[in-house]
C-alpha cells in the first residue's frame, strides 16, 4: 500500500514509510489514565501523511527512520487525513530513510505547515484519544 491509496476511515493498512519529522509530545490524562501523543510527518514515494503517534511509539520514532505500520487506520480531522496505528496496529521502525540522496526527487514536499502550531492545534488528537479506548496507556 502507499500513500496514495489511502482514504479516510480506512482499516487494515499495511504501509512502509519514510519519517520526515516528528512533533513536540503532549501529555493527557483520559479516565484518569495519562498517556503522550505527537505528530509526525510521513512520506513515500507517491505523498505525505499526518501521522499520530501514541506512547511508546513515540520513542522509537525519529526523523529519518523508516517504518513499517500494520493493521494501521486513516481518519480525517478537520478535513485533514491522519494515519495511526489504532487500538489493534503495530509500528515497527524497519531502517533508514532513502531520502537525502541530494537529488531534486529526494527533496521533501509537504503541505503541512512547518510553522508552530497555535493552542487551538493542541486538541487535534481528541478524536483519536477517544478512538483509542482500548489501548494501554
Same mark, same amino acid.
Given at each position: 500500500?502507499?500513500?496514495? &491509496? ?18 513536540? @509530545? /503532549? ?16 512520506? &513515500?514515494? @507517491?505523498?505525505?501523511?499526518?501521522? @499520530? ?8 520514532? /525519529? ?6 505500520? @500494520? ?15 489504532? /487500538?489493534?496496529?503495530?509500528?515497527? #521502525? ?14 521533501? /514536499? ?11 492545534? #493542541? ?15
Amino acid at each position: 500500500m502507499q500513500v496514495k &491509496d489511502l482514504k479516510p476511515k480506512l482499516g487494515n493498512v499495511d504501509i512502509v514509510i519514510d519519517i520526515v519529522d516528528v512533533g513536540d @509530545t /503532549r501529555e493527557f490524562n483520559k479516565f484518569g489514565k495519562p498517556g503522550k501523543v505527537a505528530n509526525a510527518i510521513a512520506k &513515500d514515494e @507517491t505523498g505525505d501523511i499526518k501521522l @499520530t503517534l501514541w506512547n511508546d511509539d513515540i520513542e522509537k520514532v /525519529r526523523a529519518g527512520d523508516k517504518v513499517h505500520l @500494520t493493521n494501521g487506520y486513516v481518519n480525517e480531522w478537520q478535513g485533514e487525513m491522519q494515519l495511526t496505528t489504532g /487500538r489493534l496496529g503495530k509500528l515497527e #521502525v524497519v531502517g533508514k530513510s532513502d531520502a537525502g540522496s541530494g537529488s531534486d526527487d529526494a527533496k521533501i /514536499r509537504t503541505n503541512i505547515p512547518t510553522e508552530e502550531p497555535s493552542g487551538e492545534d #493542541v486538541n487535534v488528537e481528541e478524536e483519536d484519544v477517544e478512538d483509542s479506548d482500548d489501548e494501554e496507556i
